[in-house]
């Protein structure tokens, strides 16, 4: 069993741990695109803004990657307007699809880096069909694909990784 199925016991939304936890990912989600923006199209590149709703996700369970897919861009919004207002509902769908598929691949199966891109392509491929109907630009709906391909690598394998280290705690 993973351990976002063993953590979700733990991390309840009656619980204080469950919003200290979130908090914590979400100033990662606050920091990390901070510094990719000071690369031109860093945010576009590198799709930070996921890489701390997936660790939360598998590392502490829906409850706590739920807080951290909302918040995330939402406050990162509000205070540096990034991502654009316009974009948050793609954003939104995209984070909320990859805590389902991180709590739907850590039921069924153990954690490895192959269930960590299943979360990924599974939010990716929702997020483009979403993108895609809203509207109805293949190019716009592929830009994670086209341009933040180093950013779902760096999910799938820096998360990974992430996760992993945080398992041993």
Known sequence: MSTAVLASDKYTFGNYRTYLAA????CGNILVP???HLIPNGGLIFLPIYFFTLVAAFKCGWKV???TAVLSPVVNCLLFGMPPVATLPAILV???TLVLAVAVVSRKMQFSILSVAIAVLAY???GMTVEFFMDFNFLHAIQDIRIGWPGILIQIVGGYFVI???QRK
Not at 23 to 26: E, Y
């Open 34 to 36: 901070q510094l990719c």
């Open 23 to 26: 908090a914590a990912f979400v």
């Open 124 to 126: 990716q491929i929702v």
């Open 164 to 166: 992993k280290a945080l």
């Open 94 to 96: 995209k984070s909320l």
């Open 65 to 67: 990657g739920l807080l």
